[in-house]
């Protein structure tokens, strides 16, 4: 893409309303708009972000053997009636009435209509177990939307739902997607601890809130120190394996949110305790068969009798994500994107546009790295150095390529890396090697 | 995917309230299901075209130099009282009022939204021109929704926006999307005629529909037999040339919606005219200042004058084509999908699950055609031959392989095309070379 024409109005003051770095940076570099308090336009940088975590998102999901549908955002009120939860859902629950005066609402998550599918259209014990997903806008009418895209109004989620014949099934399932949220997370290039959450009357220990770590996160969090060694990803998994164990490694060391430290836990850590900022940025809960019973989602089992479905859900916020990442790297110069979720890999910078080896030298690059298949936006502005390198620093892509006259002239252009800030000289053939590599 | 643990609910019935062919074949083949009036969850196969459908979308309209951006679902009422249009648009538009009781509405269109955006955030006529599109989802409040997803209340719809200086620019990013279009629905095995629309008190001739043709089309529809056998893709096409003569041979020849009709161009025709029904996928609409004047949308022009921006809307019902394009293209069994939107391009049969050398040799070919990158169904089942092959015809995937224990003793498997109804005995080795062709 060609930034003289690419649709990216960054912009040089700090807007005075974003009060958390994540919100000034998408601001400044032309990522988001707000169209009203806590919902948001995505302007082409941003959207690519976007839709690259929503990417690495579903192929976890996918591989975890979860499968993807799509769930609408209007809701009929009936089916929260059959819950129980659409008159305990407060003010949050975006509320409509249609032409007709029938009760709608803006889903603000998917329990109750994922239940009713299930129910109307799995009949047998064979059906299960299932996991289903789907990547959808969300409305929860926060009272006071802020943060940006952080803490917003209309959001986007992915929300997962495991139907099941037991606890042990259950378990299993649960166990999946704990699996896949540590790779998820992983390959954005974050470091996400599994830390218990509560489960309420549903009880048990199935419930888990995933925190990434960023220094300027929303809350305090301790955990043990091993969690910041530990390797995420690890080898492929195979999830048709035994994943207790796997799971068991990480819910046995310590970790906990603010309102649930433990002094002892963290007097016996010792040297080993780390307390560090967080931000959550997804939540798995086993909740057992309180959709299935009160709206009578049952399967016939193998004796022909009637047994309730143990469920579980799943969310993990990819909207939030995307500031969630900036807020785990950044510097004051503006973004770092890991290269997974990076809009473009490579930023391609000529010093002086209108300059006719420059121009030429940029063209060739530009072309070569687009035959590569490598992502790549071109500042081929006119316009003084230290807007261009200024907006690089700001949007954040991996790499920048830099090409002047005086560099040209020995056959050399630049090469600067975002994260280390660690620059090369080196010709535009070996510097296209290292790109395409 | 293996279906016996894909959740694809089909249905031997014909449900009661499905008026039309492809809203049959959509409920049967489990591809939709309904949340309330005029809203449906996409199930996992329905999912997988609409996804399809909309990447085909997304790819035509960048390679046409329009860059994506998604605009949130939810607006802020003021915009259309800028525009004059809230109080103009009636009942089909769901208002909603939050907390605070702020008037808001779910988007029905994005004209006013993406003029806020770009008058906020563009200055000068060195940001033109610029084509902007988003892919999400609109709501209109049909008083009577029916026809399943093709006449929906929550529907996916691809809307551009293009953004010049002036008339010729205008006509140029209208040329733009006119080839686009062509090009799009081309992809998807469809043969879309452009017909002139109404351009009501803007004038000028730049308004068209898009209408695929469909024997159960909604409307009836004229037009000279030359279109049916015009190459509707051809070759690459650059879209920096002047596209105006490749537009000029659609627009000369004759075409008319039923309310448009001309009987003396239609006399004139004689044996060249074709009566025939179709559905409208599209339409393309060239407004001019009509939304930035009424906005204050202005950039400053070279001479430092404002200047009101030059606006066109062009809109695609992702949704409503994947009705559409069952409607174009079925038999009484069920639906015949083009390659290149199919949910999958190969339903494995394996006639005697549990006999060991029909399992072994599916297990083989599926495992053969995943490496392959080959998408396939694979029918895992137990069950008899009679629903597997209704079930695979009902959900109309290109391709069936089906492998039986007499066929395997001599070597052979069949390989059915779903379009053409034509069956092929040959070796495994041989359908995988077809197949992967």
Chains 1, 2 share one sequence.
Not at 108 to 128: C, V
Not at 168 to 180: G, W
Not at 293 to 311: C, F, H, R, S, Y
């Amino acid at each position: 893409m060609r930034l003289s024409s690419f649709f990216m109005p960054t912009m040089k003051e700090t807007p005075a309303e974003a009060q958390i770095v994540s919100h000034r940076f998408m601001l400044r570099a032309g990522m988001v708009r707000q169209s009203s308090a806590g919902i948001y336009s995505w302007l082409p940088l941003g959207f690519r972000v976007l839709k690259k975590i929503e990417q690495i998102v579903r192929e976890e999901q996918d591989a975890a053997g979860c499968q993807e549908l799509l769930m609408p955002t209007i809701q009929p009120a009936e089916i929260w009636r059959e819950s129980g939860r659409y008159d305990d859902y407060g003010q949050e629950m975006l509320r409509i009435s249609d032409r007709h005066d029938r009760d709608m609402l803006y889903g603000p998550t998917n329990e109750e209509q994922i239940t009713q599918i299930f129910r109307d259209n799995a009949k047998s014990y064979r059906d299960l177990p299932k996991l289903l997903y789907h990547i959808q806008w969300k409305f929860r009418d926060e009272i006071r939307p802020r943060f940006g895209v952080m803490r917003g109004r209309e959001f986007l989620m992915k929300d997962s739902y495991s139907f099941d014949l037991d606890y042990a099934a259950a378990r299993r399932s649960y166990n999946k997607m704990f699996v896949a949220y540590l790779r998820t997370f992983s390959r954005m290039g974050l470091k996400a601890i599994p830390m218990q959450a509560d489960t309420g009357p549903i009880g048990g220990d199935l419930s888990h809130e995933f925190i990434i770590l960023a220094e300027t996160g929303e809350s305090e969090i301790a955990c043990d120190k091993a969690f910041l060694d530990m390797d995420w990803l690890g080898e492929e998994t195979d999830y048709e394996s035994d994943l207790q164990p796997t799971v068991d490694s990480f819910t046995a060391k310590y970790a906990a949110t603010d309102e649930k430290r433990d002094a002892d836990q963290e007097k016996a850590l010792g040297d080993r305790l780390a307390v560090a900022r967080g931000i959550e940025v997804g939540h798995i809960f086993y909740f057992g068969t309180k959709y299935s019973k009160a709206m009578n989602a049952v399967v016939t089992g193998p004796e022909g009798e009637e047994i309730p479905l143990e469920m579980g859900s799943y969310g993990i916020g990819v909207s939030r994500l995307v500031a969630g990442i900036i807020e785990a790297s950044h510097d004051e110069n503006g973004i770092i994107w890991p290269e997974s979720v990076a809009p473009f890999k490579v930023g391609l910078i000529n010093l002086k546009s209108g300059d006719e080896a420059c121009d030429k030298a940029c063209d060739g690059l530009y072309g070569d790295l687009l035959k590569a298949g490598v992502e790549v936006l071109y500042d081929d502005r006119s316009g003084r150095a230290g807007v261009k390198f200024a907006d690089m620093d700001l949007i954040g892509l991996p790499w920048q390529l830099v090409v002047g006259p005086r560099g040209l002239k020995d056959g050399i252009v630049e090469l600067k890396n975002r994260a280390t800030g660690e620059r090369q000289e080196l010709s535009p053939e070996a510097a296209m090697a290292k790109l395409t590599a």
